[in-house]
């Protein structure tokens, strides 16, 4: 297990975020150790704005044996979701293809269902390992109160490891799948950007709104909504969290669009 100061920035998509105690830990041993004061879980940094301010709380990485992976068995919380997704299709099984391109870790896909209109991650559960309490707990996925980009973990709840549900198809069905995927992401930013912004209202698209109302383009400070789509919020090089959230606050005046982004504290 390590303990450091860190900038969250450096460990966000986005690219800001304040001071914080980074606790990496590799074993549950090291994870009975790390909750033993108030915590929040880091995956992958991607969906998530960090105040420049930092938190007070100590932060989680899930490493070590919470990173391995057997795609017919267990699966660690801190594998990351793009490797996963190749790697299922490069042994020809199918049920991850539609979270192509999503730049999370397993642990904070489930948190969220993360997802794309090809499907969520939520579809591909058998099970999932959760840590509370104290002691690690298996839950099937209807017993989690899984929704569109949400999910209703227990209290404290750290996501461990999940089965996931795959199916043997041939490897050009899997590989024609994720390239359909892949040609409707051609048109999301290449800068810094903590994903979708917003949640699509039903039978709208967050982006296609805020498109139509002349936001692309508009700046605060280093952050921008994205000229390429309008619900990504972009970092220029040195934006803070301040000049993002008054972006968000920008839009939210004329939409009423929920963040999909998690906000730290």
Same mark, same amino acid.
């Given at each position: 297990?390590?303990?450091?100061? /860190?900038? $969250?920035? !450096? *460990?966000?998509t986005l690219g800001v975020g304040g001071p914080a105690e980074l606790w990496t830990v590799e074993t549950p041993k090291d994870l009975q150790k790390a909750?033993?004061?108030? *915590?929040?879980?880091?995956? &992958?940094? %991607? &969906?998530? $704005?960090?105040? !420049?301010?930092? /938190?007070?709380? @100590?932060?989680?990485?899930l490493s070590g044996e919470f990173a391995t992976y057997h795609l017919r068995g267990w699966v660690g919380a801190g594998v990351l979701l793009p490797l996963l997704v190749q790697e299922a299709a490069r042994q020809g099984l199918s049920g991850l293809e539609g979270l192509l391109g999503i730049p999370a870790q397993v642990g904070g896909a489930v948190k969220m269902n993360a997802g794309t209109r090809f499907g969520e991650m939520a579809d #591909?559960?058998?099970?999932?390992?959760?840590?509370?309490? +104290?002691r690690f707990h298996i839950y099937l996925p209807q017993e989690l109160g899984f929704g569109y980009r949400q999910s209703q973990l227990p209290p404290g709840g750290i996501v461990t490891r999940v089965r996931l549900k795959l199916k043997e198809r041939p490897l050009e069905e899997i590989r024609r799948r994720m390239a359909e995927v892949d040609a409707a992401r051609k048109g999301q930013p290449k800068r810094k950007s903590a994903g979708c912004a917003f949640k699509n209202p039903p039978?709208? %698209? #967050?982006?296609?709104?805020i498109d139509e @109302?002349?936001?692309? +383009? $508009?700046?605060?400070? !280093? #952050?921008?909504? %994205? $000229?390429?789509?309008?619900?990504?919020i972009v970092n220029l090089g040195q934006a803070t969290a301040r000049d993002v959230l008054e972006l968000v606050r920008r839009i939210r005046e004329e939409l009423p669009l929920e963040l999909e982004w998690e906000v730290w504290p």
């Open positions: 297990m390590k303990v450091e100061r /860190v900038l $969250l920035k !450096d *460990y966000t909750t033993e004061a108030p *915590y929040r879980v880091l995956g &992958n940094g %991607s &969906n998530l $704005l960090v105040m !420049d301010e930092g /938190v007070p709380e @100590r932060v989680i990485r #591909a559960l058998e099970a999932v390992e959760i840590f509370h309490d +104290g039978g709208h %698209s #967050a982006g296609r709104l @109302r002349g936001f692309k +383009g $508009l700046r605060v400070g !280093d #952050a921008m909504v %994205s $000229l390429e789509h309008g619900n990504f």
